[in-house]
């Protein structure tokens, strides 16, 4: 089995790695992070160099890549500003992902080659303040009045809600738990729509936001995938989820990757005892320990990845990967504040922005425990 990258993605991360350790120093990092502020000027630059169109299809405009490509962009960014990293999956996975995989061709010739411009920034509301991890149950209602459906109900935890120009929104069209839902692409501009941010403990600059529809009128055109997709919204999402679940995969490599490198350098310039703490044996386990967790985690992760763009059956495979990636990098997060002593426990170091940012990771996007119950299934249990 082969796990080498192309030479086109070795050579991605190269240039994704040299462009973070240019663009983005420590310090700036952490601005963003006190100022809760979203990352605009970065995301500009991204967009300039062309990763906006990562995985748009060539023929709208972009380069064609899959999620691996996708992938490795995220864990790059994760390792020194993971906030970016989120504030690009909702353009290229809330955005370019959703309307190439369930998109009309309309839909896609109207925002593809604009995602890949990055003139458009997407966001994707699912959650609501009474369902999380039972999504299904979800109570924003959309009722046809005419050509249009007006949209009422609110959304939690919508990340980039209150920057986007356009908010896939899921509501219920009909009493069906998962058979009654759908899809609308709500611009932000209409009427009645708002979105009011959140403060976070990690992930600050990331614009979470609460959104609130009041009598919000949607064009029937606006349904996902046009109005044939009426009640598909729960199928579509489906659609998504092996993806969704190995970019958060990757975010949570990448944050973990730059949390134990933290304390990697931290070990071997803090001296204790005439020595630095790195040549004690209970420090070097700590480290060994993390680096082989995250090594561990990585193969799992991109062996998923690879099932996925093989076309292969992979529900178990991203669920796991979603699942131990994340909770690999908490306690690789976790041990780097260990190693910093009372340092790690100050704002002025990075250690303790690593753990707060990857605490949501276990979180979002599916529960650590619901992916054991999702792979429990996939073991006949």
């Known amino acids: 089995m082969d796990f080498h990258f192309s030479e086109e993605q070795d050579m991605l991360r190269d240039t994704i790695r040299k462009w973070v350790e240019t663009e983005v120093s420590r310090e700036y990092a952490q601005e963003i992070d006190e100022r809760d502020e979203y990352p605009h000027e970065l995301l500009g630059k991204l967009t300039n160099l062309g990763f906006m169109g990562i995985n748009v299809p060539e023929e709208y405009g ?4 899959n999620v691996i490509d996708v992938m490795i962009l995220d864990e790059e960014l994760s390792r020194r500003i993971p906030v970016l990293a989120w504030a690009t ?9 959703i309307v190439s995989k369930n998109g009309n061709e309309e839909q896609k010739k109207k925002y593809l080659p604009r995602l890949a411009k990055g003139e458009l920034k997407f966001a994707y509301a699912l959650t609501e303040p009474n369902a999380g991890s039972d999504a299904a149950s979800i109570r924003t209602k959309a009722v046809p009045e005419g050509d249009y459906y007006v949209i009422n109900g609110s959304k939690m935890f919508i990340s980039g809600a209150g920057i986007a120009d356009v908010v896939v929104t899921n509501a219920r069209t009909a009493e069906s738990k998962f058979k009654g839902i759908t899809d609308f692409l709500v611009e932000t501009q209409s009427e009645g729509f708002s979105a009011t941010p959140i403060k976070d403990l990690g992930y600050r600059g990331s614009n979470t936001c609460q959104v609130t529809y009041e009598d919000v009128k949607v064009p029937a055109e606006n349904i996902l995938g046009g109005p044939e997709c009426l009640n598909h919204g729960w199928k579509q999402m489906m659609r998504l989820l092996n993806e969704e679940r190995l ?9 973990g990757q730059g949390a134990f490198e933290y304390a990697l350098e931290y070990a071997k310039e803090r001296e204790q005892f005439g020595q630095p703490i790195g040549q004690f044996q209970a420090i070097q386990h700590k480290l ?7 090594e561990a985690a990585r193969l799992l992760a991109y062996f998923a990845a690879w099932k996925e763009t093989s076309g292969m059956e992979c529900v178990k495979e991203t669920s796991m990967s979603k699942f131990y990636c994340s909770e690999v990098a908490k306690r690789v997060a976790l041990e780097g504040v260990q190693i910093l002593g ?31 119950n999702i792979i429990a299934r996939q073991l006949g249990l």
């Open 62 to 65: 972009g380069q064609g890549g």
């Open 89 to 97: 999956g909702n353009i290229t996975l809330y955005g370019t992902s």
């Open 288 to 294: 060994v320990d993390m680096a082989t967790e995250l």
């Open 342 to 372: 009372g340092y790690g426990y100050t704002m002025e170091y990075d250690a303790q922005r690593y753990l707060r940012d990857v605490l949501v990771l276990s979180i979002g996007g599916g529960t650590t425990q619901i992916q054991k």
């Open 247 to 255: 970019l958060l995969s990757a975010c949570s490599l990448g944050i």
